[in-house]
């Protein structure tokens, strides 16, 4: 019983629910930025260690992908806002 | 010729300076003699000011304070008094023009000329008509459109008015230290202009082409660059999050969607509509190709606008939320409150070197992908 009544406040009143979705989102978007970022980490930190005299070169291009990324997790970020202030 | 060419140049500031006193002079006199109309809507609206006299700390709503656009330039809050400099509200409805101080409005306390500032509700900020008792808000009438300069605005003016007065003192030092080595302000932004067109516009767009956009991806760097910088200073003029307004970083991803529309050639629009190297069946009867081209060169600009928006404001939001930790541990116990102090003011030191970082990165990649998309939208396809 306590079950169904959960599931009927849950059907029944939906903002908090909301509210802890757009937690559970912004969550998973740190976390594929976190792992996207740490590739591009590890590749650049490999090729330096293969070709240290490219490490400028190397490293604008770390950056720029990491920008890249950061900008999709924002995405995810931006709606999670939406969430919980529209 | 070439005298009065300079002399031109440096007025330019002085130009400026001179529209400014003259566009804001009529409207603090407008806003001074409709002083004897003020008497027929003065009915005070008590609620939005008792959550401000309620002492208790909000830290959602202050972050959101900081972020959001405003009618005046708040500066500080000694006791009970806030100081803050009133901007003018320019609003358009029915025909007329209305303009006057947002002083009138008394920090949305007071309605003024059948408008009000709204504290509460769907229209959260923005000034609603109101009926003829002075407090309800008139439902069905549509919102007065708002020209007022704002926050955002006024920080615009100023980042523009800052950025004319580097830039023109520059030029003029170059034009008088010719064959010199460059010095003051010219060493300063020498290197980053010569990074932006040496290691942005001449690998993405070409040797042949790369001028033409130099103007553009210079403006913008420095534009989104200063902005960016003087979002981070806490007190006036900095501190107006002019980037992280979404209606701004909209028009500078517009800017470079139509410049990249109208620098595309022949082979740039034909890989759009009709690509080749396409099996036949993506195109007819039902263009899958096509819709999926005309969406990412929509795409393209909408997620530039959308990076530097979420970049800057989820800074701010981080900084503010740092340091709103020492007010939400000082409403549990004072002790609690000093002992986090120095956590989270390391935690907002370290927040705000960050945030020069992404700063210039912001700036740098907004730009270079701006230059990737003018290279490709005209570059010569050597098939």
Known sequence: MSVLSLLLQAATDLAPVAKMGAGIGAGIAAIGAGIGIGQIGKGAVESIARQPESVGDIRSNMIVAAALIEGVAFFAIVVCLLILFL | ?383
């Not at chain 2, 500080?76 to 358009?92: C, D, K, N, Q, R």
């Not at chain 2, 069946?281 to 909408?302: A, D, N, Q």
């Open chain 2, 1 to 383: 010729m070439i005298l009065s060419f300079y002399r031109i140049k440096s007025l330019c500031p002085a130009l400026w300076l001179f529209g400014m006193l003259c566009f804001f002079a009529p409207l603090a006199y407008s806003a001074q003699t409709n002083v004897p109309e003020v008497t027929t809507d003065t009915a005070a609206i008590g609620s939005g000011h008792a959550e401000k006299t309620s002492g208790k700390f909000n830290a959602g709503e202050m972050i959101i304070e900081h972020i959001v656009d405003a009618h005046e330039w708040h500066i500080a809050e000694i006791g009970h008094t806030s100081i803050s400099i009133p901007l003018p509200v320019i609003l358009y409805s029915d025909g007329s023009l209305h303009v006057f101080s947002s002083s009138r409005f008394h920090h949305g306390e007071e309605s003024y000329n059948g408008f009000k500032l709204e504290t509460e509700g769907k229209n959260k900020g923005k000034i609603v008509k109101v009926l003829a008792d002075g407090i309800t808000p008139d439902e069905s009438a549509a919102l007065p459109i708002d020209f007022s300069i704002s926050k955002n605005v006024m920080s615009l003016f100023i980042s523009v008015g800052l950025l004319m007065v580097i830039f023109i003192s520059i030029s003029r030092s170059y034009a008088r230290r010719k064959d010199h080595a460059p010095k003051g302000l010219q060493s300063l932004v020498e290197p980053l202009i010569l990074f932006i067109r040496d290691d942005i516009a001449r690998p993405s767009i070409g040797e042949k082409r790369y001028m033409r956009y130099m103007p553009f991806l210079l403006t913008i760097f420095f534009f989104i660059f200063l902005n960016n910088l003087l979002g981070l200073v806490p007190f006036f003029p900095g501190g107006a999050n002019l980037t992280g307004n979404i209606a701004v970083t909209m028009v500078l991803a517009l800017f470079t969607f139509v410049i990249t529309s109208f620098s595309g050639n022949k082979a740039y629009w034909k890989h759009i509509i009709n690509a080749p190297g396409v099996p036949w069946w993506l195109k007819f009867p039902v263009p899958l190709m096509p819709i999926v081209e005309i969406v990412g060169v929509v795409t393209k600009p909408f997620v530039l606008m959308v990076r530097l928006f979420a970049n800057i404001t989820a800074g701010h939001i981080i900084v503010l939320g740092f340091m709103s930790l020492i007010f939400i541990f000082g409403n549990m116990s004072i002790g609690l409150g000093l002992s986090v102090t120095p956590v989270s003011v390391g935690f907002s030191i370290f927040m705000g070197l960050l945030e020069l970082l992404v700063a210039f990165i912001q700036a740098y990649v907004f730009t270079l992908l701006s230059a990737i998309y003018f290279g490709m939208a005209s570059e010569e396809h050597a098939h």
